[in-house]
């Protein structure tokens, strides 16, 4: 199993952005894909989460209202809009797999993790 995170870069305040995960080796419909992001010298956070089977989602607090969480079953890929960055938003940003069909906003939940792209929101 293999998961491709991709779409980070710099961007300034007020900005949007696109990530792109990309998942190959796993019975796509069967999973659950969520975006997380570790900033320097924090915690890993939860970001958004989504069922591939019937496209219910969840958000953080801090992103609800801004990023969109959606996916393309035929190209296995999820995607998370990101509007109106902010600063804070700044971070390393990862897409996992879990190998159940339910949200979950714990990582320790998520078996597969891509390698990260790195979001930069600055002026």
């Known amino acids: 199993v293999q998961l491709q995170a991709s779409g980070g870069g710099l961007v300034q305040p007020g900005g949007s952005l696109r990530l792109s995960c990309t998942a190959s080796g796993l019975a796509f419909n069967s999973y659950a894909i969520g975006w997380f992001r570790q900033a320097p010298g924090k915690e890993r956070e939860g970001v958004s989460y989504?069922?591939?089977?019937?496209?219910?989602?969840a958000y953080a607090n801090s992103v609800k209202g801004r990023f969109t969480i959606s996916r393309d079953n035929a190209r296995n890929t999820v995607f998370l809009q990101m509007n109106s960055l902010k600063p804070e938003d700044t971070a390393v940003y990862y897409c996992?797999?879990?190998?159940?069909?339910?949200?979950?906003?714990?990582?320790?939940?998520?078996?597969?993790w891509g390698q990260g792209t790195q979001v930069t929101v600055s002026s």
């Open positions: 996992a797999a879990r190998l159940v069909n339910l949200l979950s906003s714990r990582d320790q939940d998520y078996r597969y």
């Open positions: 989504i069922k591939i089977s019937d496209n219910t989602s």
